[in-house]
């Protein structure tokens, strides 16, 4: 599972002649939460690229001493992973996505739209972390000094995990991780990504199930301008823009048949058309791909196509649920409480009997993703410098959910099947209760609203259009559950 110490803020390097454009960047990324450097021209942009470890580029096409295209060049033959977003003025859209082609980010267009400016760069740093962050095994007293992404655990199945990231990393094949939601398969990909032979190329990562169903083709293969409604101009997808590197394909279990059917042509020829074209496109691309679902029974259902399915599993890698490793948990509580600490700069170094006792008995649903979410809180309700029962959540505590432990525990999902829904029904009625009716719909909505924000990253936009209710419709519901975006939804695996 992730674990990292606070970062510094990001390091951003901004290429442009004019200094309106450079005031405007100054302007949208304040000082005390980026740290941005400028420069006017090609040669002063490489050689702070060569003294600064930047986060992310963005360099206009047209420069006094050179061109956006070569100085990407440029850029990537000191460091081809970094991500490099290039500036254009309408004229010159073809060249932008040539240079996409050859490994640009993203390319934007002036005048530049400050929402879509900061969604880009917010993607590109994204990116920038999940290559630069080293992924890897924690070993006994290890407390995270070096900022790397660890991989916590000393049981039996994660002992198994670290053998197969090791037999595997190395080959060059797709490999598919199974898990539950918030078991850490991102940091698996990235583990495998960092100890493979693309190393030193492009790592891109792309959610399946917080994207559209009629978007996600596009982003995965791009399309062709006037291709459908909104595609005013040519775009580059991620398998064409990973070209040589690594694709890490999360939730691929929520893809339709027809992008699940051009994914399978991918895997099978190194071949694809854009959305609306008819060119085919060649591309040298290794495939990580990761789900929570069963794909064997969705094969059965005929929602997942069988030759995709064994065309992933060349090798398999399943992540075990929390409540399946529990021995881990004293080492897991311990890795996150050095980081929550040192993030939120408070000293609460141990956790009480109590509440050691009631974290080890909580079946945790939510699994990694859960209890970073818990720990985090309970540091930041810490009166003391141990953490005690009253500093937990709720739900971990047992109050206010209505759920018995032994419930949850046989779903990561709350209320899943009928049999459990009628199993939670009659235990209430046996405790009494005489409210059931807003006790169901309550634990319903906290789970459907908790999960599909997790899945898009808090993003509440996206989720409200997700679930078809208002943005302010949403921010209600979440208010009455005692939903906290920032502590209960989006923590890194």
């Known amino acids: ?154 049981c039996p199945a994660m002992q198994e995990v670290y053998r197969q990231i090791g037999r595997v990393a190395g080959q060059d094949v797709t490999v598919l991780i199974l898990g539950e939601s918030g078991t850490g398969k991102e940091v698996v990909a990235r583990a495998i990504y960092q100890y493979s032979k693309r190393s030193e190329k492009p790592f891109l990562a792309i959610n399946c199930a917080a994207i559209p169903e009629n978007l996600l083709e596009s982003e995965l293969f ?27 394909l999360d939730e691929i279990g929520d893809m339709t048949p027809l992008t699940q059917t051009k994914v399978l042509r991918v895997l099978q020829d190194q071949q694809f058309e854009r959305v609306g074209g008819s060119q085919m496109v060649s591309t040298n691309v290794r495939l990580i791909a990761a789900t929570n679902r069963n794909l064997t029974e969705m094969m059965e259902q005929g929602t997942f196509r069988s030759d995709l399915y064994y065309r992933l599993n060349v090798y398999t890698i399943h992540l075990p649920p929390l409540r399946e490793r529990i021995g881990d948990l004293p080492l897991l509580v311990n890795h996150f409480l050095i980081r929550f600490c040192r993030e939120l700069d408070k000293d609460v170094p141990r956790v009480s009997p109590d509440a050691m006792k009631l974290l080890i008995d909580y079946p945790w649903p939510g699994n990694l993703r859960e209890l970073q979410s818990a720990l985090k809180h309970a540091v930041v309700e810490a009166t003391s410098p141990v953490i005690l029962p009253e500093f937990l959540p709720e739900t971990v505590r047992g109050i206010g959910s209505g759920v018995d432990h032994e419930f949850l525990d046989r779903t990561s999902d709350g209320l899943n099947t ?44 996206r989720a409200s259009a997700i679930l078809g209710i208002s943005r302010s419709t949403l921010r209600c519901k979440l208010t009455a559950l005692g939903i906290s975006l920032d502590r209960s939804v989006r923590m890194h695996e």
């Open 418 to 461: 009928n049999g459990d829904l009628i199993h939670f029904l009659h235990q209430r009625i046996r405790m009494g209760t005489e409210n059931l009716h807003e006790e169901v719909i309550q634990r319903i909505e906290r789970t459907l609203l908790t999960e599909v924000l997790q899945q898009v990253d808090g993003n509440v936009s």
């Open 222 to 248: 791009g399309h062709e301008k006037g291709s459908f409604t909104g595609a005013d101009r040519k775009r580059i997808g991620k398998f064409e823009q990973c070209d040589t590197g690594t694709l890490f």
């Open 1 to 154: 599972m992730l674990q990292s110490i606070a970062v510094s803020m990001p390091n951003l390097l901004i290429v442009d002649d004019d200094e309106q454009i450079l005031d405007c960047f100054r302007y949208a990324f304040p000082p005390d939460q980026y740290a941005l450097h400028t420069a006017t021209n090609a040669a002063e942009a490489l050689s702070l690229f060569q003294e600064l470890p930047f986060d992310a580029v963005i360099a206009d096409i047209r420069l006094p001493d050179s061109s956006g295209m070569q100085l990407l060049h440029d850029l990537h033959d000191f460091d081809s992973r970094i991500p490099v977003i290039l500036m254009t003025g309408y004229g010159t859209t073809n060249i932008a996505i040539e240079a996409m082609r050859t490994g640009a980010f993203e390319y934007l267009l002036k005048p530049l739209d400050p929402e879509l400016l900061q969604s880009v760069i917010d993607r590109a740093l994204e990116a920038s972390r999940m290559i630069r962050t080293p992924a890897r095994i924690a070993i006994e007293g290890d407390d995270d000094c070096d900022g790397s992404d660890l991989l916590v655990g000393q």
